[in-house]
């Protein structure tokens, strides 16, 4: 059984869990430092990048979890937790700055804070269903990293090696096929 850390200070905490066990994982929810100990993996969830960042310097998370990346831990962010990831965050701050990426925040404009999208994912399946909720998007990536989707000519999902970051909320549709994809780049 793999054992998967859900970061769980802030966000869509529940519903990645809620998949994850579905899927037959140890869900551990990473509140502290402990928390990170053993993993197979971590989920990085979408929320309030802002927010989540004062919160993992509040709980000293930021450089255990750089650590862990650097080792090799597999790891997913999803929409804020694709920011986290993310080395370059236009007009703003990098956070943990591990994925060769470049990200812009609330990408999709005011009028369509949120919405729904069929995309077509080669490596992964068609017709996957994609929840854009103030959605961020990559603008650019660095050597070494698979562009795996894009809406609209925009990435919204990609690969830097065993990091994996999407712009959209696969957690909150019923479809698995992304979370067995990240799932199954574990071994
Ligand atoms: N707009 C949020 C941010 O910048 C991300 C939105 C989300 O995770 N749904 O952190």
Redesign the pocket.
């Known amino acids: 059984m793999k054992r998967i850390g859900v970061l769980a200070l802030q ?2 905490v529940r519903e990645h869990v809620q998949m994850l066990e579905f899927l037959d994982c140890e869900v551990v929810l990473v509140k502290q430092q402990n928390d990170l100990q053993q993993l197979d993996g971590l989920v990085l969830p ?5 927010t ?1 960042r004062k919160l993992l310097n509040r709980y000293e998370l930021l450089e255990p979890i750089r650590t862990l990346a650097k080792t090799g831990l597999p790891m997913f962010g ?4 694709l ?1 986290l990831l993310a080395n370059e965050v236009v007009d703003d701050e990098p956070h943990l700055a591990i994925m060769n990426v470049a990200v812009a ?2 990408s999709y404009g005011r009028q369509v804070d949120s919405f729904e999208v069929d995309l077509n994912i080669p490596k992964i399946g068609k017709s996957i269903p994609a929840v854009f ?4 998007h990559i603008e650019s990536v660095g050597d070494g990293v698979e562009i795996l989707a894009e809406h609209e000519g925009k990435i919204v999902l990609a690969q830097d090696g065993h990091l994996l970051g999407c712009s959209f ?1 696969p957690e909150l549709t019923k479809d698995t096929r992304i979370l067995k994809y990240f799932l199954s780049s574990i071994v």
């Open positions: 966000g869509a979408g929320g309030e990048s802002t989540m999803t929409c804020a937790g920011i925040r609330n909720i103030r959605a961020p909320h």
